[in-house]
């Protein structure tokens, strides 16, 4: 089993930054892609970011340009930065690790809340 504990939410105003954290333990061969996602209340969860093993990255085309994720493979630990935050960039942000030794088996950590004032 791997477990994922995310760190570094808060209360920010609009234009500001953050920098979220999410730490791996436990069996952490067994991931290989990595992702943030987020939901906000009332929406589905959507993803925000992935980043592979080899460290290629795809994101949302509503982040594009503002945040950054990148991983520390060492430290078994992912990072979103998160920069020129916007009211709708508020919601619950989520890890998520693949599982590459089982198809189609993931992990979740229990997020961290993101809120940005107007």
């Known amino acids: 089993q791997v477990q994922l504990v995310e760190s570094g939410g808060g209360l920010v105003q609009a234009g500001g930054s953050l920098r979220l954290s999410c730490a791996a333990s436990?069996?952490?061969?067994?991931?290989?892609?990595m992702s943030w996602y987020r939901q906000a209340p009332g929406k589905q969860r959507e993803l925000v970011a992935t980043?592979?093993?080899?460290?290629?990255?795809n994101y949302a085309d509503s982040v594009k340009g503002r945040f950054t994720i990148a991983r520390d493979n060492a430290k078994n630990t992912v990072y979103l930065g998160v920069n020129s935050l916007k009211p709708e960039d508020t919601a619950v942000y989520y890890c998520?690790?693949?599982?590459?030794?089982?198809?189609?088996?993931?992990?979740w950590g229990q997020g961290t809340q993101v809120t940005v004032s107007s």
């Open positions: 998520n690790a693949l599982d590459h030794w089982a198809s189609g088996k993931d992990y």
């Open positions: 980043i592979t093993s080899g460290g290629s990255t």
């Open positions: 436990g069996s952490t061969y067994r991931i290989n892609t």
